[in-house]
């Protein structure tokens, strides 16, 4: 008997190429901002975009999905090839976006609760109201004490004196978004970022971003309802 050995698709190659398919061209056509200033949050909103590590192709929607007792949910949802990620968070209010070099550090403090899916397996969920998982809650800290400075300076509400340049991307064409760059620093290497942010797109505003590490996202389309979760199940009593 002989066998023949296939190679495997990829197992979310298929839901990759669709959502990539379908976003290949939005068309929009967007007048160059009056003020850089950044929308408020609200249920329903939503961006989506084409990501790329070093060849390896994605996406990535980010979304608000939901306003409980708890607060307001956002949620990051990323899919390539061969994993899916869902990471949900419960803030009390929305972040700060101002720039103030302490803002970000202060911001973690709203984060109520994190609910994380990777692949197939369970959410897990870390509560940290009242006191609860407050040795998880140190280590959350810590990392985001550690990367405030390179996202405040990513920050771009009412900066009058960024670089303006008309950008081209799956979306549609923006006029005179704002160019911002920072050195990230990982471990020991230093990586450039460089993100360009129009106040049209909800949810930070993020129209393209690149890193000198290999690293691409390009906005493919957006909009200002119809977000809905992609872990509608998961165990969670708000």
Request: proline content about 6%.
């Amino acid at each position: 008997m002989v066998l023949a050995v296939f190679g495997c698709t990829p197992k979310y190659k298929g839901d990759v190429d669709r959502v990539l398919a379908a976003h290949a061209a939005g068309g929009r056509q967007v007048a160059a901002p009056v003020d850089l200033e950044p929308q408020s949050w609200k249920v329903g909103q939503w961006a989506l975009y084409k990501t790329s590590q070093n060849g390896n192709v994605g996406y990535e929607k980010r979304s608000i999905v939901a306003e409980t007792a708890c607060g307001i949910w956002f949620e990051v949802l990323e899919e390539s090839y061969k994993h899916r990620s869902v990471s949900k968070v419960c803030f009390r209010t929305m972040p700060d976006m101002t720039g103030d070099p302490g803002a970000d550090a202060r911001q973690v403090e709203l984060v109520q609760i994190i609910v994380m899916q990777r692949d197939d397996r369970p959410a897990i969920v870390m509560d940290f109201r009242d006191g609860k998982n407050a040795r998880m809650w140190a280590l959350v800290f810590e990392v985001a004490g550690a990367v405030a400075p390179a996202l405040s300076s990513l920050q771009w509400r009412g900066k009058t004196n960024l670089p303006r340049e008309d950008l081209d991307v799956p979306a549609g064409h923006f006029a005179q978004t704002a160019r911002l760059s920072a050195t990230v620093t990982a471990g020991a290497k230093a990586i450039e970022v460089t993100g360009w942010v129009h106040p049209d797109v909800p949810l930070h505003g993020t129209v393209k971003f690149h890193t000198s590490d290999g690293t691409d996202v390009a906005l493919l389309g957006y909009g200002q309802e119809g977000a809905t979760s992609a872990l509608p199940n998961e165990p969670l009593k708000p």
